[in-house]
T-cell receptor, first 115, second 109 residues
């Protein structure tokens, strides 16, 4: 595997389900990100991890819970979601060293549908 | 807060030149990036400007004016495969990014 991978690629869940999205990067990067991409809305940065430490949480509801066990893996745990949470969830990574960091590498995304 | 503006759609013909503008309002600005996203695909990095001026990468060039909080992506010798959405993104303190709403480019034969 190369680059940034995400599983599953598609997920349908009910509002009472609990599921997790997984992201893995094979680039030796130290920063990882979760984004939400909804139709007709800009990419929204949700969470940022730098060297496994969460550095940003952009007012994301608590029904989304990130986990970063190491610099190569990132999870997004989902529970009690709402239909408006249906979107494409993208994971990205970057070099991440605390200074200027401008190039992000994105995974293919997980298309989530909440019924 | 942070906000960026881009045109929602641009249409051009093969072989033409097109410019996609981006204006931003942000604090703690590091630089302006551009990403391309084909339908059903992931965003891919195109270019980055931290300093004023023009950066050229093959058929694509990007420009930044920090004093005007403005930048643009210039695509030359358009090809059908350039049909995609293009996003500008501001990077600021730490690893934080704000993306623009995206510009959908349609290249016609």
């Amino acid at each position: 595997e190369t680059g940034v991978t995400q599983t599953p690629r598609h997920l349908v869940m009910g509002m009472t389900n609990k599921k997790s999205l997984k992201c893995e990067q094979h680039l030796g990067h130290n920063a990882m990100y979760w984004y939400k991409q909804s139709a007709k809305k800009p990419l929204e940065l949700m969470f940022v991890y730098n060297f496994k430490e969460q550095t940003e949480n952009n007012s994301v509801p608590s029904r989304f819970s990130p986990e970063c066990p190491n610099s190569s893996h990132l999870f997004l745990h989902l529970h009690t979601l709402q239909p408006e949470d249906s979107a494409l969830y993208l994971c990205a990574s970057s070099q991440g060293a605390g200074g200027e960091d401008y190039e992000q590498f994105f995974g293919p995304g997980t298309r989530l549908t909440v019924l | 807060g942070q906000s960026l503006e881009q045109p929602s759609e641009v249409t051009a013909v093969e072989g033409a030149i097109v410019q996609i503008n981006c204006t931003y309002q942000t604090s703690g600005f590091y630089g302006l990036s551009w990403y391309q996203q084909h339908d059903g695909g992931a965003p891919t990095f195109l270019s980055y400007n931290a300093l004023d001026g023009l950066e050229e990468t093959g058929r694509f060039s990007s420009f930044l004016s920090r004093s005007d909080s403005y930048g643009y992506l210039l695509l030359q010798e358009l090809q059908m495969k350039d049909s995609a959405s293009y996003f500008c993104a501001v990077s600021y303190y730490g690893q934080n990014f704000v993306f623009g709403p995206g510009t959908r480019l349609s290249v016609l034969p």
